[in-house]
């Protein structure tokens, strides 16, 4: 059965006509063209299909477009802005938190979303925070690296230093 539903995504508000067992994932991907967001396990262990719904990280593989309908959703395309990445992305690059980069997405949302909770993570946070997301190829430090950077300058331009 086909259902309507409406999304703002990354600002933008968008209508689409999905089956009712539709993923978001999917939805995102395939009729959005935001192709950012990676399909991993489809199950809810990887994180790589992260996004925040709401402002809430999300599996979008578990989320049902159709639950979805009227949600904010902010996918890995939203994080810059006028074609120019955000600092935590920019931390991501200068850090060498990217391997083969397909868990990066997830990883970014992630981290977005444990910087917009807590403005001087300590490691055990950031390793919690990270804790839905898998990463197989550069063993997480330099991904934490990136995050405790991004949040020592974001501290740093706050204070006016
Ligand atoms: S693809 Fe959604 S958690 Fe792995
Ligand atoms: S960079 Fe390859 S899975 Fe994380």
Not at 73 to 91: H, M, W, Y
Not at 135 to 145: D, E, Q
Request: charged fraction near 20%.
């Amino acid at each position: 059965m086909k259902v309507s539903v409406s999304l703002n995504i990354n600002g933008s508000l968008a209508l689409f006509e999905v089956e009712s067992d539709e993923r978001l994932v999917d939805t995102l991907r395939d009729k959005a063209g935001l192709t950012g967001t990676k399909v991993g396990c489809g199950i809810g262990e990887c994180g790589a299909c992260s996004v925040l719904m709401n402002g809430k990280l999300v599996a979008s593989c578990l989320v049902l477009t159709a639950s979805a309908d009227g949600a904010e959703i902010t996918t890995v395309e939203g994080l810059g802005r006028d074609g120019q990445l955000s600092d935590l992305q920019k931390a991501f690059v200068d850090e060498g938190a990217i391997q083969c980069g397909y868990c990066t997405p997830g990883m970014l949302m992630a981290s977005a979303y444990l910087l917009a909770r807590y403005k001087r993570p300590t490691t055990a946070q950031i390793r919690h925070g990270l804790a839905g997301n898998l990463c197989r190829c550069t063993g997480y430090t330099k991904i934490i690296s990136a995050i405790r950077k991004t949040a020592r300058k974001r501290s740093i331009r706050r204070s006016g230093r």
